[in-house]
Nanobody, 115 residues
């Protein structure tokens, strides 16, 4: 059974940093393209950052230069380092795994950026 478990969310002040982790199990992690999505209240879920099996990365324009996605295949974990956080980054952040026709989601972790 595939499981994606996010952690690291919380309350942070504007300009602060957080590091999200997504621990995967029950899957051949290195085969999967991994990503982080977020959903703010009243808005659609959107892609924040993705990392391919080959380590290639892509980012939403709104987070370029502030967020960094990485993966550790040995630990079957994907990370999202978030720096220079803004109030508009407030959302539930979800981990995503894709391989061919298989798509899996984590349960989400809340990130709140507020003074």
């Amino acid at each position: 059974q595939v499981r994606l478990v996010e952690s690291g969310g919380g309350l942070v002040q504007p300009g602060g940093s957080l590091r999200l982790s997504c621990a995967a199990s029950g899957m051949s992690f290195s085969r999967y393209n991994m990503g982080w999505y977020r959903q703010a209240p009243g808005k659609q879920r959107e892609l924040v950052a993705g990392i391919g099996r080959d380590g290639s990365t892509n980012y939403a324009d709104s987070v370029k230069g502030r967020f960094t996605i990485s993966r550790d295949n040995a630990k079957t974990t994907v990370y999202l380092q978030m720096d220079s956080l803004k109030s508009e980054d407030t959302a539930v952040y979800y981990c995503n795994a894709k391989f061919v026709g298989f798509v899996y989601w984590g349960q989400g972790t809340q990130v709140t950026v507020s003074a």
